[in-house]
């Protein structure tokens, strides 16, 4: 028989020990998305469905309820459980991976996408994510007396399943992601930094090989080529419009619902939040979230430093990693920094497979930085 009372008491542990500074951080950041998809995609939603203005709003906030469900489930676990679990959901995001090519469906010349009855428009690569990390920081932890060199070989042949079967959809920003989280991991464990150096250049020479000379990528050398020549309009409409958006909003912007690139340029509420925040609100609104996600990575990395546990401290790293990456390369797309690339904000940008994928990392973030030790 279900026991209220021993649910609360255990819900009333887990928010005894959790850090509440990051679990505040977390929930305001994701109410600003929450926010920020009201202000961008009203009009989208009007004039794209023909519905009420708060389609895509009301999709944000469901989104938003089941990652806040799936943060509280992870970061509720116990170590021992978190971590068996984690390695159960890595083969099924694996699975999920290989289902893409023969199932998945293909939007705009990409096939990133799984349509199933159960999980309608899904991305798998954000469920992958996670769990890549803590298998890698799982391996190369292992206390088993193996030489170090081939832990690293294990799992660099642990992400190399994923990376090809993101450059097939082709997805080269996500496996970029992957590839510099592994990296991250893998220096911090240790390795000699020639190796690692010697390693990078194969790798920038075996992608440099791969977007120039075989037809599949030669979308991602022409947005290459013409993000070295800004003449060139063919492939820089979105960039070239963020610019615009961000220039024309200076410092306090053109106030809410003003902006116009929500409506000139698709996906703009996912791929340009950014630029769609700046045109709205000012670059002294980006400055203040920047300044949020700095002090969210400080306080975890306050938490790393402070960890004697080898294997916790890869994971918080991993995870924290990731979301810094990932945050990176969608400012630097938005300020045309680097080509377009597709990337989400994490906890700011509309899509429900990116929230999912980020209230994972929260909430092992959140486990593995509880006061209480399991």
């Known amino acids: 028989m279900f026991n209220f009372n021993t649910l609360y008491k255990f819900y009333y542990e887990w928010w005894k020990n959790i850090d509440k500074t990051l679990f505040i951080l977390i929930i305001f950041l994701f109410s600003l998305g929450l926010f920020f ?36 489930f992870f970061s509720s676990l116990s170590k021992k459980n978190l971590f068996k679990i984690s390695f ?43 769990f890549i990390i803590i298998f890698i920081a799982s391996i190369l932890s292992s206390e088993k007396s193996v030489n170090i060199y081939f832990k690293y070989l294990l799992t660099f042949i642990a992400i190399i399943p994923a990376c090809l079967l993101l450059m097939m959809q082709p997805d080269i920003g996500q496996t970029l992601l992957i590839f510099l989280a592994w990296a991250t991991l893998v220096f911090i464990s240790g ?34 080529l013409s993000f070295f020549n800004p003449n060139d309009g063919t492939h820089n409409f979105q960039s070239d419009k963020a610019i615009d958006a961000i220039s024309s909003g200076g ?3 053109k106030g809410i619902g003003e902006g116009t690139l929500k409506n000139r340029v698709p996906e703009a509420h996912t791929d340009y939040i950014i630029s769609v ?9 980006i400055v203040l979230l920047l300044i949020l996600f700095l002090f969210f990575i400080y306080t975890v990395f306050k938490k ?22 990932q945050t990176l390369i969608h400012i630097g797309v938005n300020i045309r920094l680097f080509p377009t690339t597709g990337m989400t904000l994490p906890y700011l940008s509309y899509g429900g497979s990116s929230i999912v994928g980020v209230s994972i990392l929260s909430g092992i973030i959140l486990n593995l930085t509880k006061r209480k030790i399991d």
């Open 277 to 285: 925040i700046s045109e709205e609100f000012g670059v002294v609104a």
């Open 304 to 325: 790393i430093y402070l960890e004697k546990n080898e294997k916790i401290k890869l994971v918080l790293t991993g995870t924290v990693c990731l979301i810094i990456f």
């Open 88 to 130: 159960y959901f890595f083969l099924i995001s694996l699975f999920f991976l290989f289902l893409v090519p023969v199932l998945g469906t293909e939007v705009k010349g990409s096939k990133r996408w799984l349509n199933l009855f159960f999980l309608p428009r899904f991305q798998p690569i954000e469920l992958f994510k996670p």
């Open 251 to 253: 410092y306090f912007g």
């Open 191 to 224: 390795i000699s930094l020639p190796i690692i150096l010697t390693f990078f250049s194969f790798s920038l020479l075996s992608l440099f090989y791969m977007v120039f000379f075989i037809p599949k990528f030669t979308y991602i050398k022409n947005r290459i």
């Open 37 to 72: 998809s009201l202000v961008s995609t009203s009009l989208i939603a009007s004039d794209k469905l023909d519905t009420n203005n708060y389609f895509f709003f009301f999709k944000h906030l469901v989104y938003i309820f089941i990652g806040m469900i799936v943060l509280i």
